[in-house]
């Protein structure tokens, strides 16, 4: 069986601190994985890491063998490498060759040698720091492409008669080469670079769907409000079918009220529907939010401690409930310090500890794990 | 028959009647002052969408209102064009200069963000102010004529109390349609919480740039129909204090619930010539202050407004579970 959801050598920095170090997961479909640890293990981060509110540090994360992170360090960092190695070698021509057109009879003075090699040096200098994504550099690069614009207008309007083909064709790889950069600069990768969140919702849409440990309802909004923003990415009424209220949005209205019904019966949360989110209990607060997770139709449901703050009673429905949702089809991955909860439920575990995973294995072998008990307890005197 | 409706029904019956009942020779200048209600209303109602619904704090919605003035005014004295296309290119106008204010803006939050429309709305009068091939600068634009209708020019005051009117009402229902719609609760759900909004796969981006270039356009329709009423339309005009003015309903009537934002400018608006009337010559410039001290007590006794987000939506709220339950025998 191929797994859902795949961590290769997963590490995420945070300045100095190591929150995650070389994180390697696989996640089955339809099991339950549970993931332990002391306070600070970066259970959390992980979690971040799988929904893109973190960009990991280094190594990727695979959701049905498509990759969670854009695989913006390998990919785009050899194509504008491959791109800029171009256009650095036809620019270190380029000037030579437009003030010979235009200026005859300066060409061959040293001045101008000198002046050209240090542009070209220039050039090979902001093309090594646009692999960095510098500011400076990709300003830089920018001063370049319009003095190449405004020299290739410049081209155009000299007089030709020799080589003209020549110089149509110089014009052709001029575009070309910038061409194939300004592309890179403004797809969705190299934009995220620039601090772009555009992750979180397309991750969300490929069917990963999460609750948070402090909760994070929609407080002001009604219950049925919030599992109905939760059901958001399976709607798709937009601006004027909503405006014109065409047949199809009061449609889609009417079979999601009744859809949200239904999840919220599931987690016996029906007869507060209609009240404010904020006015729930802690224990109701956290099934909604485990409601408004189910709602967009996930594949794979991140829980991040559901059971904190419940009572022995409504721990023990929760962990029916759970079952209950794996064996709808979907695939669980649980954060949790209530032990008993954890050992009901997971099909397997990984421990961490300070960003380190180290160990993995069935409830039973976690159970007897020296390395496990020597992290929740302190090592032996 | 709900007693909700039966009230809505007098409500619409008394708005229809106003003009029909004779005020002696005062009724003209009531008028006046209630189509300014009006006008107000549809401005603070489309405020309302970025800074109540969508939860960012916007300074410079009086930019869009200038836009739409200019927009309406220009394309009366050149083309003369009928009053419903000037209105939709006005509307189209300011969403796009909404969606060019939005896009570079959205990755600012909070306080620098309300400084960056601010800085916008002072452009927008520089840019009128000295521009003078566009918009003739500090001479404003005057004589611009007044919308007709089937050969008839719309002159009195009344006229364009129903005017307002129907522009209103159809801003209040599209507005009625959005927030209780995907769209709304996407906004309210960016407004409560950017990151669980996120997670719940709304694209932010898109939805607050969707709100800015909506709330544009009602601002722009606004202008619009101010250019057209008043004939005169000055820089002067569109200045910041216009902005906090609407913004100052909006707090008023509580952020976030329509009905709030109307009640705002009920409100506040005719407040300004009562006053006018009350005080002496001395003390006329005073009404601010008092405007200040209304605001202040308001937020002591009720800080979220006077209809609070959190009422208006547990009445929702109490609709909802009417009408399913209606449709249902037992609870569903």
Redesign the interface.
């Known amino acids: 069986m191929k797994p859902i959801l795949k961590a290769v050598h997963l590490s995420k920095n945070f300045g100095g601190l190591q929150a995650l170090k070389a994180i390697d997961l696989e996640v089955y479909p339809q099991k339950i994985v549970g993931i332990i640890g002391p306070n600070g293990a970066g259970k959390t981060t992980l979690f971040n890491c799988l929904t893109g509110l973190y960009e990991p540090s280094g190594g990727q994360l695979y959701f049905q063998d498509q990759p969670i992170v854009p695989e913006l360090s390998q990919h785009i960092y050899k194509s504008i490498r491959i791109a800029s190695f171009v256009f650095g070698l036809i620019s270190f021509f380029w000037i030579g060759f437009v003030l010979f057109y235009t200026y005859p009879q300066t060409v061959f003075k040293l001045e101008l040698c000198l002046f050209v090699t240090f542009i070209f040096a220039l050039r090979i200098l902001v093309i090594k720091y646009l692999n960095h994504y510098e500011a400076w550099a990709w300003s830089l690069y920018f001063m370049f492409l319009f003095i190449d614009t405004y020299f290739t207008i410049r081209l155009f309007l000299v007089p030709i008669h020799v080589h003209a083909l020549l110089i149509y064709i110089w014009i052709l790889s001029f575009i070309i080469c910038h061409g194939y950069v300004l592309t890179i600069l403004i797809s969705f990768e190299t934009r995220k670079c620039f601090g772009f969140k555009m992750g979180v919702d397309r991750i969300s849409k490929m069917g990963i769907s999460r609750t948070f440990q402090n909760i994070r309802l929609f407080q002001n909004l009604s219950v049925i409000d919030n599992v109905k923003i939760g059901a958001h990415i399976c709607m798709n009424s937009g601006f004027f079918s909503t405006m014109l209220r065409l047949d199809s949005h009061v449609q889609e209205e009417k079979n999601w009220e009744q859809t949200t019904l239904s999840y919220l019966r599931d987690v016996g949360l029906e007869n507060q529907a209609f009240h404010l989110a904020s006015s729930l209990s802690y224990g109701s607060q956290r099934l909604l939010e485990i409601a408004r997770a189910l709602a967009s139709k996930p594949k794979l449901l991140l829980l991040d401690e559901p059971a904190a703050g419940m009572n022995p009673k409504e721990s023990s429905n929760l962990i029916s409930l759970i079952r209950k949702i794996r064996d709808s089809g979907l695939t669980i991955i649980l954060i949790e310090h209530d032990m008993k909860v954890m050992m009901k439920l997971a099909d397997y575990i990984y421990v961490l500890d300070h960003g380190v995973l180290i160990a993995e294995g069935s409830t039973d072998a976690i159970r007897e794990n020296p390395k496990v008990i020597e992290a929740y307890l302190g090592p032996k005197i | 028959m709900h007693d909700l409706q039966w009230k809505k029904i007098v409500i619409v019956i008394l708005v229809l009647l106003l003009p029909c009942i004779p005020f002696g020779s005062s009724t003209d200048y009531i008028l006046r002052i209630l189509t300014t209600v009006y006008l107000y209303m549809i401005l603070s109602l489309g405020l309302n969408i970025v800074s109540g619904f969508t939860g960012l704090l916007d300074l410079g919605y009086v930019g869009f209102y200038g836009i739409g003035a200019y927009t309406a005014g220009l394309l009366t004295i050149h083309f003369n064009l009928p009053f419903g296309v000037i209105i939709l290119l006005a509307a189209v106008n300011g969403a796009i200069w909404g969606i060019l204010l939005g896009v570079p803006t959205l990755?600012l939050t909070g306080d620098y963000f309300a400084i960056v429309t601010f800085g916008f709305s002072e452009l927008v009068v520089l840019f009128i102010r000295n521009e003078l091939w566009l918009t003739r600068g500090p001479m404003g634009i005057s004589g611009i004529a007044s919308p007709s209708f089937f050969g008839h020019s719309l002159s009195e005051s009344w006229h364009f109390y129903y005017l307002v009117l129907v522009l209103l009402s159809i801003v209040l229902v599209?507005i009625h349609?959005?927030e209780d719609?995907?769209?709304g609760?996407?906004w309210?759900?960016i407004r409560?919480?950017e990151?669980?909004?996120?997670?719940?796969?709304?694209?932010?981006?898109k939805y607050k740039v969707?709100a800015f270039a909506?709330s544009a356009s009602i601002g722009a329709v606004g202008g619009a129909f101010y250019a057209k009423w008043f004939t005169f339309i000055h820089p002067d005009m569109f200045k910041f204090w216009e902005s906090v003015l609407i913004l100052c309903l909006i707090v008023l009537g509580g952020m976030g619930s329509i009905y709030g934002t109307m009640l705002g400018a009920l409100l506040i608006i005719p407040l300004s010539e009562v006053l006018r009337i009350i005080l002496p010559q001395y003390l006329m410039n005073s009404r601010y202050l008092i405007y200040g001290i209304i605001l202040v007590i308001m937020m002591r006794l009720r800080p979220d407004g006077l209809i609070p987000?959190?009422i208006a939506?547990?009445q929702k709220?109490?609709h909802?579970?009417k009408r399913?339950f209606r449709h249902h025998e037992t609870?569903?």
Not at chain 2, 195 to 205: D, E, H, K, S, Y
């Open positions: 990755r599209i349609r959005l719609s995907r769209i609760r996407a309210y759900a409560e919480d990151i669980a909004a996120q997670c719940c796969g709304i694209n932010l981006v969707m909506i987000f959190q939506q547990s709220n109490k909802a579970q399913l609870y569903p």
